[in-house]
């Protein structure tokens, strides 16, 4: 169960931030509205927020799921692999200092919460291009220390692991059709989103709930048939930014 989450208001310079989305600019106060519902879901599953105020200077940086990597008992502070992103980390940390031990992934490592998965006691790194060889080295070792299984993957096609592969619990996983890195995946239910739905396959298990992204109608219902409680949630104005729901959060 989760009991807390960090998160952090879109800035007003949102839409200068990293994307690769192709589908137009988003608009600002939309994404203000679509991160309350957010919030308000959060909420809804039992968590306490702490929500941090906007940060201009960082237009990607609601996206607080990429800046550290959390569980109960201890949070490792990640190291973005964009430059422009380096940075942003520094408050994240400073706010998880009085709640955590605190662990750091440092130079050459980079790592991005967003390639780092966690399926009951076993966590999953993806290599990306955010994500290099050594900061999945240091991450690896900090969990294996605290007795969790690691195993770090290459990922393609995708911006972050988590972009194209979730796991929600029971043993079973979404991801996007043609994901390379199978084999290392086999153990799961596999629930596969075709196509036309990718971007569903971010979806996010907090507590009682699956959170979904609102207009996944296939995905809404595979998800609902393995008898999960939904949320559905707006969230086109951040898919524009290529980010999604686990993006926007940091749970423990
Ligand atoms: C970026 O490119 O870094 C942001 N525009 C989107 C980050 C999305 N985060 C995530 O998938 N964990």
């Known amino acids: 169960m989760f009991t807390k989450a960090i998160v952090r208001k879109p800035a007003h310079t949102f839409a200068n931030g990293i994307t690769e989305a192709n589908l137009g600019k988003p ?98 790194i993806g290599l990306s291009n955010r994500t290099n060889l050594t900061g999945s080295r240091q991450l690896k070792e900090i969990l294996e220390k605290h007795n969790y299984d690691v195993t770090v993957i290459p990922i393609c096609n995708i911006l972050h692991f988590k972009t194209g592969v979730n796991y929600l619990g029971e043993n079973n996983l979404l991801l996007q059709e043609g994901i390379c890195s199978l084999n290392e995946l086999s153990s799961y239910n596999h629930i596969i989103i075709e196509q036309d739905e990718f971007y569903a396959a971010n979806c996010l298990r907090v507590n009682d709930y699956v959170l979904v992204p609102k207009g996944f109608p296939k995905t809404k219902s595979n998800v609902e048939k393995l008898g999960y409680k939904i949320i559905e949630l707006e969230l086109s104005e951040f898919q524009k930014m290529d980010g999604g729901l686990s993006c926007l959060s940091l749970r423990f």
């Open 27 to 124: 608009d600002y106060k939309i994404a203000l509205k679509q991160h309350e519902a957010y919030c308000e879901a959060l909420a809804k599953c039992g968590l306490e927020l702490t929500i941090l105020e906007a940060n201009p200077e960082f237009p990607d940086s609601c996206f607080v799921e990429d800046t550290a990597v959390v569980t109960k008992d201890f949070g490792v502070i990640a190291r973005p692999g964009n430059i422009k992103r380096q940075g942003e980390e520094i408050e994240i940390k400073k706010v998880l200092e009085p709640l955590l031990p605190l662990y750091s992934i440092t130079e050459p490592g980079t790592l991005d919460g967003g390639d780092v998965m966690q399926a009951d006691n076993k966590f999953i």
